[in-house]
């Protein structure tokens, strides 16, 4: 197969939780330039809709939809959509997550059980509705976004997440056992692990850029170029001998 097709996307049909903004955009701008037909879902319906509407400017086939993912329900629902618009779904990006900076003893309870229902259990029920037809179809790639803080705890000049990165290490867990389980169908499981990309999540560290920037060895956060590719590439025909990898996406941080 020449270079250009195996960094190829055209004709594959891709989930994306989370793609109204954020890295979930930056992933399913760089999927719809390889070529590939999309679902964008999220908890906000309307700011959903407007991203896919950017993601067909660029000449996608691109649909948008509502969905809470730690709703079993609701995740039935759009994992049956995505069939009925498309046939199937070759690709899963398990991006949709809440964070949560604060020392573990003055995490409420709830910011707890939020942050495992939606990083946790949301990856649970779609990887487990959606890889239904990819085992059925015996073919599949499935994306898990995890975090540097799964490695290594944060600069306390920079945030403190423990509650958030221990969500982050269970999916790298998941991703290295489904990896060697869903082998025999022919679905490979990775996860991405990104350093510093300014989104709505970070916008309270807005303040701390200069402190973030001299804890990375390229000297710059990271920003849409650097990390829509990566994606890319785990979704494509050039990845198809990799499974269970993490592919750290940091300007160095972890080195």
């Known amino acids: 197969m020449h270079v250009t097709k195996l960094f190829s996307l055209e004709d594959k049909v891709a989930i994306i939780t989370g793609g109204s903004k954020g ?5 399913a ?14 908890r906000k319906q309307d700011q959903c809709e407007e991203a896919a509407e950017k993601i067909r400017a660029l000449g996608a086939d691109c649909h948008a939809t509502g969905c ?17 618009r498309f046939g199937k779904v070759d690709i899963l990006v398990n991006n949709a997550g809440m ?27 779609c990887t487990t509705e959606v890889g239904r037809n990819m085992i059925a179809n015996k073919s599949g790639k ?12 944060s600069d306390p000049a920079i945030a403190i997440t423990p509650a958030y990165a221990s969500t982050k290490g269970a999916l ?16 490979t499981v990775n996860a991405i692990a990104p350093g510093i990309f300014p989104s709505s ?39 198809n001998y990799i499974t269970g990898h993490v592919l750290v996406v940091d300007g160095g941080m972890l080195t």
């Not at 079993?72 to 009925?84: G, N, R, Y």
């Not at 867990?173 to 022919?186: E, P, V």
């Not at 590719?229 to 990845?239: E, H, I, R």
């Open 29 to 42: 701008e760089g999927f719809a330039e390889a070529g590939a037909r999309l679902l964008l879902c999220s």
């Open 68 to 84: 809470d993912v730690a709703d079993p329900d609701a995740v039935k629902a759009m994992a049956a959509l995505a069939l009925k």
């Open 142 to 153: 499935i994306i898990n976004l995890a975090s540097i803080t799964a490695f290594k705890a």
């Open 201 to 239: 999540a970070t916008k309270g560290l807005d303040k701390k850029v200069n402190i973030m920037e001299a804890a990375i060895p390229l000297g710059r956060l990271g920003y849409t170029d650097d990390f829509k590719g990566t994606a890319v590439f785990l979704a494509s025909p050039a990845a």
């Open 172 to 187: 790298l867990t998941l991703t290295k056992s489904l990896a060697r389980y869903w082998a025999k169908h022919n679905i």
């Open 99 to 125: 964070a949560w900076g604060d020392e573990l003893e003055d995490t409420p309870l709830e910011r707890w059980d939020q942050m495992y229902n939606i990083n946790v259990r949301g990856t649970f029920l």
């Open 23 to 27: 890295l979930g955009f930056m992933i």
